[in-house]
């Protein structure tokens, strides 16, 4: 079993950028694939990206592709999403999540496929 906390979010303007990390518990967070999700007002959750249990395959949403990057720190049991140019469509509440190692790429944009999730930050991004 693995526990999650999210850390960075905030208030930024449109253009701007915002890191979140998301610290792990547990000896084996290496065997975790790690994802973020969002989630706005009124909408289903969203996948944002996905990164495997080395950190050598990433995986993004079509929205926030070419503007946030994943990665990983097994050393340091954290997963970070990196955003940038931010839009105000990106205003969410942004989960962190752990799953198995997923077999398809597929798998990653499904929130049903990952086990443990954190309580979420909220970043909002005014225009």
């Known amino acids: 079993q693995v526990q999650l906390v999210e850390s960075g979010g905030g208030l930024v303007q449109a253009g701007g950028s915002l890191a979140l990390s998301c610290a792990a518990s547990?000896?084996?967070?290496?065997?975790?694939?790690m994802g973020w999700f969002r989630q706005a007002p009124g909408k289903e959750r969203e996948f944002v990206a996905g990164?495997?249990?080395?950190?050598?395959?990433?995986y993004y949403g079509d929205s926030v592709k070419g503007r946030f990057t994943i990665s990983r720190d097994n050393a340091k049991n954290t997963v970070s999403l990196q955003m940038n140019s931010l839009k105000p469509e990106d205003t969410a509440v942004y989960y962190c999540?752990?799953?198995?190692?997923?077999?398809?790429?597929?798998?990653?944009?499904?929130?049903?496929?990952?086990?443990?999730w954190g309580q979420g930050t909220q970043v909002t991004v005014s225009s």
């Open positions: 999540a752990a799953g198995p190692l997923f077999y398809t790429s597929s798998a990653y944009y499904r929130a049903g496929q990952y086990a443990y």
């Open positions: 547990g000896r084996t967070f290496s065997s975790y694939t």
């Open positions: 990164i495997s249990r080395g950190g050598g395959s990433t």
